[in-house]
């Protein structure tokens, strides 16, 4: 029995290139034994949408767009308990995900390897009654990626995303928040806080830790406290500018599970989309929830 392949796509994504790729792209999961039908998503929610009507009737879904296109699509599965394998074109200015799992940018090859039909079991979060592929943050520059203008984002790609946060530079605003994790509680005045299942932020390889394992049931959490005085926020600086943590401005740690408390709501943005206002978040590592398709 021919086996059915899922394919949905952002035609907006990236400049739009998918669109001069796709014959090829279709004719690779054609060649590889499925048939595949075809979807490009109309607006925001579309994916997940779609996923969720597509899932029981075919064998793989693959997606294609940035990571707020693939943040839909798993989001998809997971909300209905899908073991389904995903795979992966990025086609998005960023690409986060893809680029800690050396996915290879050019569509077509992304695609063969799709099709090669390797499986890496990779973990996903869970954040309150949602889903994320790779991170959840707050605070300072956050709200950039949702905010940015999709034109703008395609015309100057990583720029525009450092265009929109040089305007935050004089108004940092910070949250005192509990945080409880598995080993340790903390409190205190929080500028930025991510929880990461990633070797690449904001295009940034490294900045989670120089030994990620994105199979081992842990996120990489890093808090960022506010700076009392230019030495202090110097100190912050330099430890982001060569990924370590050498302040103690900065508490990072690894833990399956975290909760945070805060007293206001704080907006949290999930793999670069506005991810609700929340007075209190509880996130846990869903470990090798997701099948994914890589050539490894």
Known sequence: MEKRLFFVYNPRAGKGLIKAKLADIIDIFVKAGYETIVYPTQAKGDGYERVMEYHDKVDAVVCSGGDGTLDEVVSGLMACGSP???????????????????????????????????????????????????????GLFTDVAYETNQNLKNILGHVAYILEGAKRLLDIKSYHCKIQAEDRCLEGDYIYGMITNSRSVGGFKHLTGKNVDMSDGLF??????????????????????????????IDSFKTSRITIKSEESISWTLDGEYGGSHQQVDVENRKQALHLFLDT
Do not use: H, Q, W
């Open 84 to 138: 389904v394998p995903v795979g992966y074109i990025p086609a998005g200015s960023t690409n986060d995900f893809a680029n800690s799992l050396s996915i290879p940018k050019d569509m077509v090859k992304a695609a063969a390897a799709v099709a090669k039909g390797g499986l890496y079991r990779c973990d996903v979060g869970r954040f309150n009654d949602g889903t994320f592929v790779y991170i959840a943050a707050f």
């Open 220 to 249: 990489e959490v890093t808090l960022i406290r506010r700076p009392k005085n230019p030495l202090e926020l110097n100190e912050i600086i330099a430890s982001l500018l060569v990924a370590e943590d050498r302040t103690d401005m």
